[in-house]
Every structure is written in C-alpha cells, then in structure tokens.
C-alpha cells in the first residue's frame, strides 16, 4: 500500500490522522507510519477498516499509481519492467467470514487482470 494513496484520500475527507484513528480504531502512530511508507504491509483488518471508513473499495487502497509498469534505464537501452508487490494475509478462524473471503477474491482477482 502506498501512503500517499492513504493521506491523499483522509484529505479527500476531510480527516484528521487523529480522526481516522478514532473513526477505525487504529493507533494515531500506526497510521502515520503507513502514510509516511515506513510501515508497507498493513494486515487486511486494518485494510478493511480503513477502507469502509474512507468508504472506498479496498482494491482502491492497494492498487498501485503507475499500473504495474516503470521504466529503468539500462546503460544507453530503455527497458520496461513489471514491479512487483507481495500481500499478506493472516486470520484467526473467528476474523474468516464468507464476506471477507469473497473481498479477498475480489482484490486479488483485480490486481491480477488490472493491467
């Protein structure tokens, strides 16, 4: 997840990082460490309340800007190369319900046929 995509959309909303906070329960300090890309691999709880608070679809929060592509130079060639990034995801048996195992499906399957 990019933090820029997080601060930019808690602007949008006229929120404080202390409102967003209080509004999903996720420590002030937390929240600004995403923001600030220090912490890049958020758990898909804290995901998903960020997302329902800023009401917006979760796939918003993690797709990338530059579509998956950047260009590098190489010496004197230009070549394009595909990034890649890695999602994680842990649940205790009680966090599972068929809701958040189909938003799951959902993300993954637009990440991957979002080109």
Excluded: C, W
Excluded at 3 to 29: D, P, Q, V
Excluded at 38 to 52: E, G, T, V, W
Excluded at 56 to 71: N, P, T
């Amino acid at each position: 997840m990019e933090g820029t995509k997080l601060k930019e959309l808690r602007k949008k909303n006229r929120l404080t990082l202390s409102k967003l906070s209080e509004l999903t329960g996720i420590s002030k300090s937390y929240l600004s460490l995403i923001e600030r890309d220090i912490q890049k691999n958020p758990s898909f709880d804290i995901l998903y309340r960020i997302a329902k608070t800023l009401n917006v679809e979760l796939e918003e929060l993690v797709k990338r800007e530059k579509e998956g592509m950047e260009e590098i130079k190489l010496g004197s060639s230009q070549q394009t190369v595909k990034t890649m990034f890695k999602v994680e995801i842990e649940f205790t048996e009680e966090q599972m319900s068929p809701e958040k195992l189909q938003q799951i499906r959902e993300v993954i399957y637009r990440l991957k046929h979002d080109e």
